[in-house]
């Protein structure tokens, strides 16, 4: 969900194609797939993908191209691009288009209950000089990784301060240079400084936050590994006193099938006053408006499955619930959602939330769509807008094949003011269905344009996995 209006843009991604956990879950061997998606209708882009080793470059450890046709997308797989084993890195996309981009990660072979599991992130179009992780995990079921990239040229001296979740004070700051285009990825399992305890009772139960800090433009993405899945986000470099949360869950039936943390960091010196408003999808109000407190550089989570006990915040809301949010807050703050479905296995995924400047726009592009039937479901791909405004809004949404060429013509939908909408290319794709007409074996792109402004998240969707990623803006 990022602006990509350069002449020549310049997309970031973080690439981890292995990472052994120091302890907690074994996420096995990951795979990193990029997708590059022409986001300017005045032509072809040309765009050159080039992927930067440990020691920065050029030269680097290995480039490509290719020609992208209008609303196409390009993709690079680092399993088929004579890449060593083990190699670790990131990677820089240039066009002389506008473009945007999503990684996907596949891990195989790790500690979930069928080995298999997955996530997704939007590339950066620019780095920033101060990063926030809002959600850092060091349990033995569940534990994450901040991977910083230096965006420029020149090496980056870099400065990391790990905080406990409700703390003010960074309990360790840890600093590095990294070598320009490189990044390095740091594991809270690593420093024996970051406790293994906080804030709830029990060893092995830390949660926390990160800032990340440099003179130089940096770059940041989240890992989280549980014992059953996996998810990524991008780290925030925006504060901001409107917050959107485009889905939220609460779905048990006998026994949990989905539900959503949404974890807020305070970055200020001073405290945040949060009004949280949780609304239904046809935009009235799920509960009554939540107040909550965070001091001044903590961070606070909020689950609706732990805190649905008598009395708690989402009590009152249906245990077939599926929502969004709108955070207020008086000063600037951050936050990002992490969404769990336990059905037919675990899975996890996770989005960065919007802001009114940076992510709120007319019209939203997604890289990577998908489309799987066989008989039975392989993958399917759920697009979700959010729109932050109080008047009805009229959306439009182009399914376009890889290849530019239109696969299902402009749908549209209305959506109440403070509402949500979506499209699933499972549960819209039967006979009848407004997605019909996409193939058996479809992959593309979307896009979206609106009459007023939204957020937008999508959900891919295998039979055993999920990976979700936010929106990018349209130029």
């Known amino acids: 969900m990022k602006k990509w209006g350069f002449l020549l843009s310049v997309v970031l991604l973080l690439v981890t194609p292995l990472v052994v956990a120091a302890a907690g879950p074994n996420p096995g061997t990951g795979n990193a797939k990029i997708y590059a998606m022409n986001l300017d209708s005045g032509g072809q882009a040309h765009v050159v993908a080039d992927f930067v080793g440990p020691a920065g470059g050029p030269p680097y450890a290995y480039s490509d191209s290719a020609n992208v046709p209008f609303a196409g997308h390009a993709s690079w797989d680092t399993q088929l691009t004579g890449l060593p084993a083990g190699w670790l890195g990131s990677a820089i996309l240039s066009s002389d288009r506008s473009i945007a981009a999503v990684s996907h990660l596949l891990w195989t072979g790790g500690s979930s209950g069928d080995g298999i599991t997955a996530m997704a992130y939007t590339g950066f179009s620019q780095g920033a000089n101060t990063v926030y992780a809002p959600a850092l995990y060091k349990r033995t079921y569940q534990s994450s990784k901040v991977t910083v990239m230096n965006t420029e040229t020149t090496a980056a001296s870099v400065r990391v301060d790990f905080y406990t979740r409700g703390q003010g004070a960074p309990v360790y700051t840890l600093n590095d240079t990294i070598p320009g285009g490189a990044q390095r990825t740091y594991d809270v399992w690593d420093y024996s400084a970051i406790p293994d305890f906080g804030p709830d009772p029990g060893t092995n139960n830390w949660v926390g936050a990160a800032k990340i800090t440099s003179a130089h433009k940096v770059a940041v993405v989240v890992t989280t590994l549980w014992n059953w899945g996996s998810s990524t986000y ?84 249906s245990n077939n619930w599926n929502g969004l949010a709108i955070i207020e807050s008086n000063v600037p703050v951050v936050g990002i959602v992490n969404t769990i479905w336990k059905k037919p296995s675990d899975q996890t995924g996770s989005y960065s939330m919007g802001t009114p400047t940076d992510d709120a726009a007319m019209k939203l592009a997604y890289p990577i769509m998908t489309r799987r039937y066989f008989g039975s479901w392989e993958k399917w791909s759920g697009a979700i807008y959010q729109n932050t405004t109080s008047s009805t809004a009229t959306v439009t949404t182009t399914f376009y094949n890889s290849d530019g060429s239109v696969a299902v013509s402009g749908q549209v939908v209305t959506i109440p003011g403070y509402g949500a909408q979506g499209w699933n290319t499972r549960y819209q794709s039967d006979p009848g269905e407004p997605l019909a007409g996409l193939p058996a074996d479809w992959e593309g792109t979307v896009i979206v344009d609106s009459n007023q402004p939204i957020v937008g998240i999508m959900n891919n969707i295998w039979s055993n996995q999920t990976a979700t990623y936010n929106a990018a803006v349209m130029p």
């Open 234 to 317: 991008p780290g925030v470099a925006n504060p901001s006193t409107t917050l959107y949360a485009p889905s939220i869950f609460k779905k048990k039936f006998a026994n949990w099938q989905i539900y959503s943390g949404a974890i807020i960091m305070n970055p200020n010196s001073t405290t945040a006053n949060l009004t949280m408003y949780f609304y239904n999808r046809d935009g009235s109000l799920a509960v009554p408006a939540a107040s909550q407190s965070i001091a001044p550089f903590a961070s606070e989570g909020f689950n609706t499955r732990y805190d649905s006990d008598p009395g708690e915040v989402f009590e009152p809301v």
